[in-house]
């Protein structure tokens, strides 16, 4: 058979839709584990502009048996147009949903209309569950036996009990070379993703991973992950995102990896990676063998400043420790990605501003400030439910930490996005301009800095057309409003 493998365009408005262009590791994964048939993977995000033109094009060259898609609970809508489109143009062709969004609300999804387009959902991991289901779809084996698997039958869907979750040691390396386009990118560098491990034991009540994976860990072999990496960098990567949700669960297994890609010689490229700032604070060594293997930016959960919001994530109170992990990461030289959550219960505005000051104290190099969003079925959800502060319940395509689907008790969901806006807008010209930035990207910090910003200051001022601050909000809204519509 055709299977035809693709991951979803929605792109989250904070990320740059030109720069950052990743492949997806679950379609690629799941390839990898095919057996018997002609695969391809289309990662949408390549194809932005032109997305129903797209679909069509691929229907005819590739003609798809089956046509997997991949969503997170942003980009459910789309795979919802996307499929209904495929079922448009040839009925015969079954469709399948996994990921995020389908493990977690299958229930939802097969007993309404929202289930129309789709025949399969495969709830939990995809690797081995395709295979078999791609099986019982040759008649080889009964749809019953395939675990994890919701089909239809007669009106409605039957749940298979759920898959237990795989020995990794089963899975085999992601297939790269099924991908049909090119162009993947991050700021210049062609990027990949590889995993090192799934799963998270961290009792942190705002993310959707235990879902997936209960509150497990599970690492794969150090010879596994070389030869992961060593596949990404012969389809051209030189930066590699490691998919992995908190790389500093296992200190020790962390290091050796990091020993293992120096003597590999795989530290000729460069790495990102997600971690906890208590993680990076437990061990200098580790971080200088990071530094030493091409780690180059983290990463790092720091959240929030305030111990209240933090314990009411369930994150603990971890400011020293993430003051203690920022020195460690910038001895080093490694760059870092605060994660920042605002919009917690009870924010004003002086809560929110105080979170930018702390970065800037710290020098964080990036920051990922991002609006508390009540993720279906995470425990954050039931408790800002239970306090009434969930404005927007039912439209996921907005759930993608840039738009305010909450209140605060002293915050409309207007005031949070507008406050989001103002704040990131007036550290605009800080970003690219610490220490650590400017010893990884010379260059780049004295183009921006002595070229492109005087000459904006300039061209703003000749011709800059002065609106006030709120015309220059809308504007920006509304463009982000317009990323994601494609059909
Ligand atoms: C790497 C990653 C990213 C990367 C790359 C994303 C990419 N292009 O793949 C980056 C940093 C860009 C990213 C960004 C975001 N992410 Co992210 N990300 C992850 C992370 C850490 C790993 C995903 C991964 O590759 N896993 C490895 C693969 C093999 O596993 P998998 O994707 O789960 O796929 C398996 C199964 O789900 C299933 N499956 C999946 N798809 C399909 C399809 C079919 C047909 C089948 C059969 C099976 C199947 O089988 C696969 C193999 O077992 C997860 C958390 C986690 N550890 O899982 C969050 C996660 C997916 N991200 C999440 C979110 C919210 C985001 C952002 C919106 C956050 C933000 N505002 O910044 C953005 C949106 C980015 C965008 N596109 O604009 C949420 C999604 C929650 C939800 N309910 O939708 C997660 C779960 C994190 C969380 N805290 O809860 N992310």
Same mark, same amino acid.
């Given at each position: 058979?055709?299977?035809?493998?693709? !991951?979803?365009?929605?792109?989250?408005?904070?990320?740059?839709?030109?720069?950052?262009?990743? =492949?997806?590791?679950?379609?690629?994964?799941? *390839?990898?584990?095919?057996?018997?048939?002609?695969?391809?993977?289309?990662?949408?995000?390549? #194809?932005?502009?032109?997305? =129903?033109?797209?679909? #069509?094009?691929?229907?005819?060259?590739?003609?798809?048996?089956?046509? &997997?898609?991949?969503a997170m609970s942003f980009q459910f809508a789309t795979a919802r147009r996307i499929a209904s489109l495929i079922k448009s143009l040839n009925n015969d062709?079954?469709?399948?949903? &996994?990921?995020?969004?389908?493990?977690?609300?299958?229930?939802?999804?097969?007993?309404s209309d929202e289930s129309a387009p789709f025949d399969f959902l495969i709830r939990g991991e995809g690797d081995l569950c395709f295979n078999e289901l791609l099986e019982a779809i040759n008649t080889r084996r009964t749809i019953e036996s395939v675990l994890g698997v919701s089909f239809r039958d007669g009106g409605s869907f039957v749940h298979n009990p759920a898959r237990p979750l795989e020995d990794l040691s089963k899975i085999k390396i992601p297939d790269r070379s099924r991908r049909i386009w090119n162009g993947y990118q991050y700021y210049g560098f062609t990027l990949d993703i590889v995993e090192s491990s799934r799963g998270c034991v961290m009792p942190c009540n705002f993310c959707s991973m235990d879902k997936?994976?209960?509150?497990?860990?599970?690492?794969? !072999?150090?010879? #596994?992950?070389?030869?992961?990496? !060593?596949?990404?960098?012969?389809?051209?990567?030189?930066?590699?995102?490691? +998919?992995?949700? $908190?790389?500093?669960?296992?200190?020790? &297994?962390?290091? +050796?990896?990091?020993? *293992?890609?120096?003597?590999? &010689?795989?530290?000729?490229?460069?790495?990102?990676?997600?971690? +906890? !700032? +208590?993680?990076?604070?437990?061990?200098?060594?580790?971080?200088?063998?990071?530094?030493?293997?091409?780690?180059?930016?983290?990463?790092?959960?720091?959240? $929030?400043?305030?111990?209240?919001?933090?314990?009411?994530?369930?994150?603990?109170?971890?400011?020293?420790?993430?003051?203690? *992990?920022?020195?460690?990461?910038?001895?080093? $030289?490694i760059m870092i990605v605060g994660g920042m959550i605002i919009g917690n219960p009870n924010d004003k505005e002086e809560d929110i501003a105080r979170n930018y000051e702390f970065f800037v104290d710290l020098q964080i190099d990036f920051f990922a400030d991002q609006i508390l969003t009540p993720y279906p079925k995470t425990g954050m959800r039931d408790e800002l439910l239970n306090a009434g502060l969930i404005t927007n319940i039912g439209d996921y395509s907005r759930y993608n930490c840039f738009w305010a689907n909450i209140k605060t008790n002293y915050l409309g969901p207007e005031d949070?996005?507008?406050?989001?806006?103002?704040?990131?807008?007036?550290?605009?010209?800080?970003?690219?301009t610490t220490p650590a930035f400017i010893k990884n990207y010379p260059l780049a910090y004295y183009y921006r800095h002595y070229f492109r910003r005087p000459f904006l200051r300039l061209k703003n001022k000749f011709f800059g057309n002065n609106v006030g601050e709120v015309e220059l909000y809308k504007r920006d809204m509304a463009s982000a409003e317009a990323m994601n519509k494609f059909f």
């Open positions: 058979m055709n299977i035809l493998l693709m !991951s979803m365009p929605d792109c989250a408005p904070h990320f740059n839709a030109r720069r950052w262009k990743s =492949p997806n590791l679950a379609i690629s994964s799941i *390839a990898g584990n095919i057996e018997g048939h002609n695969v391809f993977l289309a990662d949408l995000i390549l #194809r932005r502009d032109r997305i =129903p033109e797209t679909v #069509r094009e691929l229907m005819v060259r590739y003609r798809p048996d089956v046509v &997997g898609l991949t062709i079954k469709t399948v949903l &996994g990921g995020y969004h389908a493990t977690l609300m299958y229930n939802e999804i097969c007993t997936m994976y209960g509150k497990t860990f599970r690492r794969f !072999s150090v010879e #596994r992950i070389l030869a992961d990496i !060593s596949n990404a960098k012969q389809q051209g990567a030189n930066f590699i995102v490691f +998919s992995d949700d $908190n790389f500093t669960l296992d200190i020790k &297994g962390f290091e +050796s990896i990091c020993d *293992a890609i120096v003597d590999a &010689g795989h530290n000729d490229i460069r790495y990102i990676i997600q971690a +906890s !700032s +208590s993680g990076i604070a437990s061990s200098q060594t580790l971080v200088e063998k990071m530094a030493r293997a091409g780690f180059r930016i983290v990463f790092l959960g720091i959240e $929030n400043v305030s111990e209240e919001n933090l314990r009411l994530m369930k994150k603990g109170n971890i400011i020293e420790k993430t003051k203690l *992990a920022v020195k460690r990461l910038h001895e080093q $030289n949070l996005q507008f406050l989001r806006w103002k704040y990131n807008k007036k550290y605009a010209n800080y970003i690219c």
